[in-house]
């Protein structure tokens, strides 16, 4: 195990920083788009590829980080998913035209597939379960911090240098992160058998067709058979693979890690949650401008409030949890959630913006302990033998869910905008997402009152948990 010392300034730093280098990566290029556009003579519209491509490599490519960290050590596959990375962003930044951003950003999805997952998984096997809770709370802010100053860095680097600096600002990071990767990330292997080609196939068309068809869902095209199309192949394949996985010795991802009830209990509440979770960061900037007309600026800083709001509750949450348990808390916050969201579709134009910041603040604080909740109760308890699996299966299906919570907001503006005002459009899809965020609520109910008690030190009945 890692001293004290190391759990403060050594692997949660790094992991923390990955986390924050891949979400800000994430958001940052929408701002910069049009410049992009201008300088390589493309249409706006036309540089979204440099969204998909980068989008639909991760997607592919995390079931693979479990089988590569277990086969070849988690310290190479990490350093390598960083240089990576680092390197992906410099070609982008380097790209004159849109074949080689793509080209880049696929490289660069090499890498961020990989940084996150593994670095999470490293995280649960160096500390006991006890100090993973604290870990994990740490490593979540950034996780919330980076779609929220993603665009308002990239807005400033187009506006006062140039493009190219959104990327070549991983390249200081990257390096500094490697340096101190390679002094302090520890190498954990777990023996796997030959590499389940089929199944990588079959999780991997399931995963980019399901993708594709949410990101079909946020074009401008009436018709609906592509996506019905794909997500009927991706549902297929998903169903094919767990045939196919229940027959292959060595599956790729295996489905005992279902046999843990907290973690079947707690990644069905984790996708229920983000399906309406995952659409705020798109919703609120677009209530802020369009709804109550604020300035992009004003709004830039206003979204502010929600980060800050996540890294005032990296204390509280502990002790919350200490206090009133696993199953409580995560009823309580998705409720409070959920609320949130209510208030949301209630603002109205000319109402104190100090009420809207104060809504937002919450919001953060409220989405960052049910973050660090949701994923410590749905990894703490998996046998070292399934971490590698639970973890890209819960990276997996964050990815998705996040993506479907926008496609599903998309959807419900443009539901709702039919012979009414943007602002109404906009106040009926808040009410909506925040019933999805309450549906969660009746899954996380399936919790017990003691589940997650060994994981905060409340009780010695861990061995019931499975």
């Known amino acids: 195990m890692l001293t004290s010392r190391d759990m403060l300034t050594g692997l949660p730093v790094i992991t923390a920083a990955a986390f924050f280098m891949q979400m800000l990566d994430s958001t940052i290029l929408n701002t910069a788009l049009p410049s992009i556009a201008?300088?390589?003579h493309r249409s706006p519209f036309s540089m979204q590829l440099a969204v998909i491509s980068y989008t639909l490599t991760v997607a592919l490519l995390i079931p693979l980080s479990g089988w590569l960290a277990d086969t070849f050590g988690t310290r190479r596959t990490f350093l390598s998913a960083v240089t990576l990375f680092t390197v992906g962003s410099v070609l982008c930044a380097m790209s004159v035209s849109l074949p080689q951003l793509v080209a880049a950003r696929v490289?660069?999805?090499?890498?961020?597939?990989m940084m996150v997952p593994v670095s999470r998984l490293t995280l649960m096997r160096a500390y006991t379960r006890e100090d993973f809770v604290r870990v994990?709370?740490?490593?979540?802010?950034?996780?919330?911090?980076?779609?929220?100053?993603?665009?308002?860095?990239?807005?400033?680097?187009?506006?006062?240098?140039?493009?190219?600096?959104?990327?070549?600002?991983?390249?200081?990071?990257?390096?500094?992160?490697?340096?101190?990767?390679?002094?302090?990330?520890?190498?954990?292997?777990?023996?796997?058998?030959?590499?389940?080609?089929?199944?990588?196939?079959?999780?991997?068309?399931?995963?980019?067709?399901?993708?594709?068809?949410v990101e079909l869902t946020g074009g401008k095209s009436a018709s609906l058979t592509p996506v019905f199309v794909l997500a009927g192949t991706g549902v297929l394949a998903g169903a094919a693979y767990v045939y196919h996985a229940r027959r292959f010795p060595t599956p790729l991802i295996s489905l005992k890690v279902f046999a843990t009830r907290t973690f079947s209990v707690g990644i069905a509440g984790n996708m229920v949650a983000r399906l309406g979770i995952g659409s705020i960061p798109f919703l609120v900037p677009l209530m802020l401008q369009v709804?109550?007309?604020?300035?992009?600026?004003?709004?830039?800083?206003?979204?502010?409030?929600?980060?800050?709001?996540?890294?005032?509750?990296?204390?509280?949450?502990?002790?919350?949890?200490?206090?009133?348990?696993?199953?409580?808390?995560?009823?309580?916050?998705?409720?409070?959630?959920?609320?949130?969201?209510?208030?949301?579709?209630?603002?109205?134009?000319?109402?104190?913006?100090?009420?809207?910041?104060?809504?937002?603040?919450?919001?953060?604080?409220?989405?960052?302990g049910q973050f660090t909740a949701m994923n410590t109760i749905t990894l703490g308890y998996l046998p070292p033998e399934h971490a590698s699996d639970g973890n890209s299966l819960l990276s997996v299906s964050q990815n998705l869910c996040i993506s479907f919570g926008v496609a599903i907001s998309t959807a419900l503006l443009r539901f709702y905008s039919g012979g009414a005002s943007e602002l109404h459009a906009l106040h009926s899809t808040f009410v909506t997402v925040a019933l999805i965020t309450a549906a969660s609520a009746f899954v996380f109910m399936f919790l017990r009152p003691d589940d997650g008690d060994h994981l905060l030190g409340r009780g010695q009945a861990a061995g019931k948990k499975a």
């Open 136 to 213: 994990f709370n740490f490593i979540t802010i950034p996780g919330l911090v980076g779609p929220v100053v993603g665009p308002i860095i990239g807005g400033w680097l187009v506006t006062y240098a140039s493009w190219h600096w959104i990327f070549l600002i991983n390249l200081p990071l990257g390096l500094v992160g490697l340096v101190y990767a390679l002094r302090v990330f520890p190498d954990f292997r777990q023996p796997r058998g030959r590499f389940d080609v089929a199944g990588f196939l079959l999780i991997g068309l399931s995963v980019l067709a399901l993708t594709a068809g």
């Open 291 to 368: 709804g109550l007309e604020y300035s992009a600026d004003v709004a830039g800083l206003i979204m502010l409030a929600p980060a800050l709001g996540s890294i005032m509750t990296k204390t509280v949450v502990l002790r919350l949890l200490k206090r009133f348990g696993y199953r409580h808390v995560l009823l309580f916050l998705t409720l409070a959630i959920a609320g949130i969201f209510m208030l949301m579709g209630l603002q109205q134009p000319g109402w104190p913006l100090s009420l809207l910041v104060v809504q937002l603040l919450v919001q953060g604080m409220l989405m960052s």
């Open 38 to 40: 201008e300088a390589m």
């Open 107 to 113: 490289v660069q999805g090499i890498g961020g597939a």
